[in-house]
C-alpha cells in the first residue's frame, strides 16, 4: 500500500497561482507514476495531469494543457502540480493518486487516492 497526502489547496482569485503537493509514503517503489485528478461538485471526477517516476515524462489534460505543471521530488517522495492562470472553472477536489505503467486518463485505472485538496478560484 502507498499512503498519499494532499496539501495546499486554497481559495484564490482568477488569474492566480497555487502549488499542490503531494507527499508519498510505504510501497512507493511499487509505482509507476503518479497522477492528479479532480472532481467538481455533481461532476464525474476527471485526469489532470501525470507524470512517470523513472523517466519523468509527463501528461496533461488539454484543459490544464500550458498553465499546470507537473513535477516530482525523489529525495523527498513528493509530487508538485503547479497551478498558474487559474481559472473558476479549475475550482475542484484535486486527488493525487498511483498510476499504471501506462498512459490512462480513466480513474479505474488508478489506486491508492489521497484525500483531496479543495482549490477554490473566484472570478
Known amino acids: 500500500q502507498v499512503q498519499l497526502v494532499e496539501s495546499g489547496g486554497g481559495l484564490v482569485q482568477a488569474g492566480g497561482s497555487l502549488r499542490l503537493s503531494c507527499a508519498a509514503s510505504g510501497r512507493t517503489f511499487s509505482s509507476y507514476a503518479m497522477g492528479w485528478f479532480r472532481q467538481a461538485p455533481g461532476k464525474e471526477r476527471e485526469f489532470v495531469a501525470r507524470?512517470?517516476?523513472?523517466?519523468?515524462?509527463?501528461y496533461y489534460a488539454d484543459s490544464v494543457k500550458g498553465r499546470f505543471t507537473i513535477s516530482r521530488d525523489f529525495a523527498k517522495n513528493t509530487v508538485y502540480l503547479q497551478m498558474n492562470s487559474l481559472k473558476p472553472e479549475d475550482t475542484a477536489v484535486y486527488y493525487c493518486?498511483?498510476?499504471?505503467?501506462?498512459?490512462?486518463?480513466?480513474?479505474?485505472?488508478?489506486?491508492?487516492w489521497g484525500q483531496g485538496t479543495q482549490v477554490t478560484v473566484s472570478s
Open positions: 507524470i512517470n517516476w523513472s523517466d519523468g515524462i509527463t
Open positions: 493518486t498511483t498510476g499504471p505503467p501506462y498512459y490512462s486518463v480513466r480513474p479505474r485505472e488508478y489506486d491508492n
